[in-house]
């Protein structure tokens, strides 16, 4: 059973920084790819940032020079750093893993979220 465990979330001022932290059960060498996902209040699940397991990685372009996405293999773990918060960014983030098997099969993963409230 896949575990992703995200914290690192909080209040923080416009202009500051918070870095999130989603901790994986098992290797994350299995995962073809980790991300972070956002979800504020009244809109839809979206993609932030993600990272494959060859490094590359792809940003929403709403984060695009902000944030950076890194993952430590050895300790099992993604990161998200976020820097020049903006109200906007206020959402719960979650960490997301897919093991991709072929075009029609791939394993999803999610964490249980953890909230970032970027006050004005």
């Known amino acids: 059973q896949v575990q992703l465990v995200e914290s690192g979330g909080g209040l923080v001022q416009a202009g500051g920084s918070l870095r999130l932290t989603c901790a994986a059960s098992?290797?994350?060498?299995?995962?073809?790819?980790m991300g972070w996902y956002r979800q504020a209040p009244g809109k839809q699940r979206e993609l932030v940032a993600s990272?494959?397991?060859?490094?590359?990685?792809n940003y929403s372009d709403a984060v695009k020079g902000r944030f950076t996405i890194s993952r430590d293999n050895a300790e099992n773990t993604v990161y998200l750093q976020m820097n020049s918060l903006k109200p906007e960014d206020t959402a719960v983030y979650y960490c997301?893993?897919?093991?991709?098997?072929?075009?029609?099969?791939?394993?999803?993963?999610w964490g249980q979220g953890t909230q970032a409230t970027v006050s004005s």
């Open positions: 997301n893993a897919e093991r991709i098997w072929s075009v029609l099969r791939r394993d999803v993963y």
């Open positions: 098992g290797n994350i060498f299995s995962f073809n790819r």
């Open positions: 990272i494959t397991s060859g490094g590359s990685t």
